[in-house]
């Protein structure tokens, strides 16, 4: 990876910031320090409480969990620990919480900050969705979900924003504190998946001290995971139409294929925080902190893959209604490669880092506070993408005294659908034969990409005395984003019909391969070799056996490269700017009605964005056709130009204002309840890879010797994408026991959604729909072929697919309810029994076209939302023990699984169980067990019904042991 690099903004906020502070990072939003930052850890029952009083305290609708909820108890994840709060949901990546989701609606709509800053994303493809597992929770001191928004918050959330906060060293009640943890884990699916590790361990250090006289405050932490990524999977591809009127499966709608493969790597992490508090008066405090994390996930894929079940010989099918859900899909002896019976051995390994932090000048004087403040996050991450094949060949004798190798034409798969339970299949042919399984091809597709931020914030704020209006706010956030995502590739395809026809089939050794079996519901499978696919390419690149068109050796790195017909990997790239300027205004009011109490803030946000994106644009597609192609050099040094590529390198883009009013009321109907209200308009910016500059069009015949042909143009990247909009309203009752005991409270929201991003396919586009758009497009498609004259035939219509945003907007709107009762009034020793529920309620009239089928008109719900959520957590203490068992349960959701492509499916209803259980020594130290996943429960997904059996993946229980040490 590359060196992390300050951009010019960044060096001229660090000069005006002062020396030898500048590069020190991560400060804390001024809104949030006074509420946020009375956590005290004392365990299950204490965070509770905290918690709660974070809520109740809070000028917004805010949902909080505390240190002693994730520290000393740790979960998995923060994603672990927020899904036990009403109206969130997370989703699973190799068995840990990463991403969540809010109020119905997908992580790219949640907005994530640290210590009240924005945090860039680690995502390959684009999105601006923050996965959490990347921060360890045993380095935070507490998260905050904003569920309303107020005019001093950062704008980008129209779900809400998730706040991780690290803690203040002066804050702690000892003058040092060191803190000590080490686990060893063992997950019981990894010994029977092939390259898994069962053992892992997790390690944390972490120290908070005060200095010259509780003037200074150094916190210093550490956090390592090493964990099993196990996995064992049966996929179904994705199903649609079939057309061909020769086909038995014609007017149904067939699969395209089966995936079941073991994935086994592991997951390792490690995470850095410090932070610096100066506070020589009482009016005066200055804060820095850094924060780094480096995220490797090395995770390979293998077993087998068949596709595509269309274009293989098809018998006995069985169906339900119009979903074909068994039969036998078999090769055509004379085409033997038209359907892919396939031996996989994929490496989807991943890393990430992500580096933030920032600089925090507050001054305090009578009646009045400013505070400057710099933020500055990075990523980088980087995705293998690695593919490789082995299909069944047999010897042919080539006439010469030599052998050549021939796909074998006899190959047979028959299957049988079981809903959402692991289908039942059976092969004919032994793929565990090194006489005929022989290495097809090795190909690799990374995902690269860069993410920066930087910012520099001033917040005012003075007290007044204007009837109800006792402080007004104002500040200024400017800030600059450069992200850019690229691709690059290396394929030999060893059929021998690519852009190199000496890429053979390779041989594979008895010492290349290890044959697997399956266990449990998989044990029906057919054992298959796990290949060292790798190992293998190497050793032909070693022999001479990997050419050019010259017969030279190639080049076998990865690349972005305008020959072999992939030039998509210099063109499917993003290069966005998006420079934000915003200013904001709010007036704090208290005031009384009918004798009781009422608070909160009235602002406005106005937000002037600045986006603008390069791309590699067709010539005649660009804004001067006429003008000459500009030269552009791909990794390999090679110019468009000697690939008859015409392009223009383009700036497009466009600087928008929206305006963001905001209005926060909280209501004291008694002194344990209250009732708050909130409406504001919220909005979220498009995925930023999808503010590409990219533009794609090719010209094809309609059918063989049609004499007419159609231009497809595909621009779903567009710089031009407003954000996503909504108006929303929430009303919260709330109700708090006596002794901090509990609290009960019922949550209604409605967003009322302006406009969304959507991308379209215009089918059957005609010329004269291309020109009444303006866009250029070739009149005529040049055909030559052997043993025909060239020949012109015409363009007249073609498909045009557009990222846009569109008026179709709609409500989503849901209840929550949550309920938190400690059982203190209980005599001892039940007086330690407490628990948490919550349960969520969203719907929506918010729509996307359905895939599923092809009735005109059928619709699927808005994906990520989830109709049902819902959490329990019982917990209970004694003394020095405690223990809880959690569960969060989500219904059924459109969702995506990435087979061959990534495609939308329904996500089945799930329930996840974890226990924890501590005990704690006089010494200072604890003793520590925990089960995640308790139950086994996998990740199920299907197509539209439930006969149409998607992705099941189970990842096995995660057990951890440990101890804990403090002084």
């Not at 852009?499 to 044959?515: G, H, K, R, V």
């Amino acid at each position: 990876m590359q060196k992390f690099i300050l951009k010019p903004l960044a060096a001229v906020i660090a000069l005006s910031l002062g020396g030898a502070l500048a590069p020190l990072v991560v400060a804390q939003e001024i809104e949030a320090a006074d509420s946020l930052e009375e956590i005290e850890v004392v365990g299950i029952r204490r965070s509770i409480q905290n918690a709660l009083d974070i809520k109740r305290d809070a000028d917004t609708i805010v949902e909080a969990i505390s240190a002693a909820d994730m520290g000393g108890l740790p979960d998995m994840s923060i994603a672990d620990s927020l899904a036990r709060l009403p109206g969130v949901t997370f989703d699973r990546t190799g068995g840990q919480a990463g991403r969540i989701q809010l109020r119905g609606m997908g992580a790219g709509f949640v907005f994530s900050t640290m210590n009240g800053r924005e945090q860039v994303t680690t995502d390959t493809r684009g999105t601006r969705e923050i996965d959490f597992s990347q921060y360890p929770s045993e380095l935070l001191s507490n998260v905050a979900v904003y569920k309303s928004p107020k005019a001093s918050l950062i704008e980008g959330g129209v779900a809400g924003t998730v706040d991780m906060r690290t803690a203040n060293p002066l804050e702690n009640q000892e003058a040092h504190k060191t803190f000590v943890s080490v686990r060893g884990s063992y997950n019981d699916r990894a010994g029977d998946v092939a390259n898994a590790d069962e053992l892992g361990n997790r390690l944390t250090l972490s120290y908070m001290g005060k200095f010259l006289d509780d003037t200074l405050g150094v916190g210093l932490g550490y956090a390592h995971m090493k964990q099993s990524n196990a996995a064992t999977e049966s996929i179904g591809l994705t199903y649609s139409l079939v057309e061909d009127k020769n086909s038995p499966a014609y007017g149904l709608r067939l699969s395209e294929g089966f995936e079941f493969q073991q994935n086994g790597g592991v997951d390792e992490r490690d995470g850095y925080m410090g932070t610096l508090v100066f506070e020589p008066t009482d009016n005066f405090t200055a804060k820095a902190d850094v924060f780094y994390s480096e995220f490797e996930t090395n995770t390979f894929a293998s077993g087998f893959r068949v596709n595509t079940l269309r274009d293989g010989d098809l018998y006995n099918l069985v169906t339900d209604g119009d979903i074909v859900t068994g039969g036998t899909a078999a090769t055509d002896p004379d085409a033997p490669s038209l359907i892919n019976f396939q031996v996989i051995n994929d490496d989807s390994s991943e890393t990430a880092e992500i580096f933030s932090g920032g600089l925090n000048l507050e001054y305090r004087g009578d009646g009045w506070q400013v505070a400057l403040d710099y933020a500055h996050s990075e990523s980088e991450a980087f995705e293998t993408d690695g593919i490789s094949r082995s299909h069944l060949y047999n010897p042919v004798d080539d006439g010469n005294g030599g052998t050549l190798w021939e796909r074998d034409g006899d190959q047979q798969l028959v299957w049988q659908n079981n809903g959402l339970s692991i289908p039942n299949v059976a092969f004919n042919q032994d793929y565990t034969d090194l006489n005929h399984l022989r290495l097809t091809s090795y190909e690799v597709y990374p995902h690269l990409s860069s993410d920066q931020s930087d910012a520099l914030k001033l917040d005012g704020k003075v007290d007044v005395n204007w009837g109800p209006i006792v402080s007004l706010e104002a500040g200024v956030r400017v800030s600059e984003r450069q992200y850019e995502q690229s691709r690059q590739v290396f394929v030999y395809d060893g059929n021998g019909t690519g852009n190199y026809s000496t890429d053979y089939s390779l041989a594979i050794l008895p010492s290349d391969a290890e044959q697997i079996g399956w266990t449990g519901d998989f044990s029906h499978f057919p054992s298959y070799l796990a290949v060292d696919a790798k190992g293998v390419f190497d050793r032909a690149v070693a022999a001479g056996l990997v050419l050019d068109k010259e017969g030279n050796p190639r080049d076998t790195s990865p690349r972005a490269r305008w020959s072999e017909n992939r030039d998509w990997s210099m063109r499917e790239r993003a290069d966005v700017e998006e420079n934000v300027t915003a200013f904001y205004l709010s007036a704090n009011f208290e005031t009384e009605i009918a004798g009781r109490g009422l608070t909160g803030n009235l602002g406005v946000r106005v937000v002037e964005t600045e986006q603008y994106s390069i791309g590699l644009i067709p010539l005649e597609l660009s804004d001067d056709p006429l003008q000459p192609s500009d030269i552009v050099l791909d990794e390999l040094g090679e110019s468009n130009l000697e690939y008859d590529q015409d392009l223009q390198v383009e700036r497009a883009g466009e600087t928008y204002v929206k305006t963001l009013p905001s209005l926060n009321l909280n209501y004291a109907l008694t002194e344990n309840d209250n009732l708050r209200f909130s409406a504001a308009t919220v909005m979220s910016r498009a995925p930023i890879a999808q503010l590409g500059n990219v533009k794609s069009g090719s010209v094809s015949e309609t059918a063989d010797n049609s004499g007419i042909a159609r231009y497809d143009l595909n621009q779903a990247s567009n710089p031009y994408l407003r954000p996503f909009e909504a108006d929303q309203v929430d009303l919260s009752y709330e109700h708090y026991f006596e002794d901090g005991d509990g609290a009960i409270v019922v949550a209604v929201y409605n967003k009322d959604v302006k406009n969304r991003i959507q991308t379209v396919t215009y089918k059957d586009f005609f010329v004269e729909d291309y020109l009444a758009f303006g866009i250029p497009r070739p009149d005529y498609m040049y055909v030559e072929k052997p043993g025909q004259l060239p020949r012109e035939i015409p363009v007249v219509q073609g498909d045009y697919t557009l990222a846009t945003n569109n008026d179709e907007g709609g409500y989503i709107r849901g209840v929550e309810l949550a309920y938190t009762q400690t059982l203190s009034m209980l005599p001892a020793p039940w007086n330690g029994l407490g628990f948490t529920a919550g349960y969520a309620h969203v719907d929506s009239e918010i729509t996307t076209p359905s895939i599923f089928t092809d009735e005109p008109g059928a619709v699927t719900e808005f994906p990520g939302l989830s109709p049902h959520s819902g959490n329990l957590m019982l917990f209970y203490t004694y003394e020095n023990f405690e223990t809880r068992v959690s569960g969060v349960y989500q219904s059924k959701r459109t969702d995506e699984v990435v087979g061959i492509n990534v495609n939308p499916t329904i996500r089945a209803a799930s329930t996840v169980w974890d226990f924890q259980a501590k005990y704690g020594f006089d010494m200072g130290m604890d003793l520590v067990f925990s089960v995640h996943n308790l139950t086994d429960e996998p990740n199920v997904n299907y197509f539209g019904t439930e006969s149409a059996t998607g992705s099941i993946s189970y990842y096995g229980r995660q057990y951890y042991l440990g101890v804990n040490y403090s002084f």
